[in-house]
């Protein structure tokens, strides 16, 4: 069983920055695939940065630019910094992990959620 856990989620003023953080614990880091997804109220949930297979970082139009997913494979952790934030990145912060297991289907994890909001 994968364990998610978040920090970092706070309120800022427009324009500030904050960087979320996720450790997974009971995973292969090798072999699980890390991403940040949001959902403000009302909305649904959807997908802010991930990345692939192959390592490489892929963004959301509406974070494109100002936002940056890395990951820290010795501490097993991913991060989301964000930038130049925006009234409109106002959502709870959710972490998802896809562990990829060779004789079985992915398996896909998620944190509890952290709550960022951005309002003057």
């Known amino acids: 069983q994968v364990h998610l856990v978040e920090s970092g989620g706070g309120l800022v003023q427009p324009g500030g920055s904050l960087r979320l953080s996720c450790t997974a614990s009971g995973s292969d880091f090798r072999n699980t695939f890390m991403a940040w997804y949001r959902q403000a109220p009302g909305n649904q949930r959807e997908l802010a940065a991930w990345?692939?297979?192959?390592?490489?970082?892929h963004y959301a139009d509406a974070v494109k630019g100002r936002f940056t997913i890395t990951e820290d494979s010795a501490a097993n952790t991913v991060y989301l910094q964000m930038n130049s934030l925006k009234p409109e990145d106002t959502a709870v912060y959710y972490c998802?992990?896809?562990?990829?297991?060779?004789?079985?289907?992915?398996?896909?994890?998620w944190g509890q959620g952290t709550q960022v909001t951005v309002s003057s």
């Open positions: 998802n992990a896809v562990v990829m297991e060779i004789y079985a289907a992915p398996k896909i994890y």
């Open positions: 990345f692939t297979t192959n390592r490489s970082s």
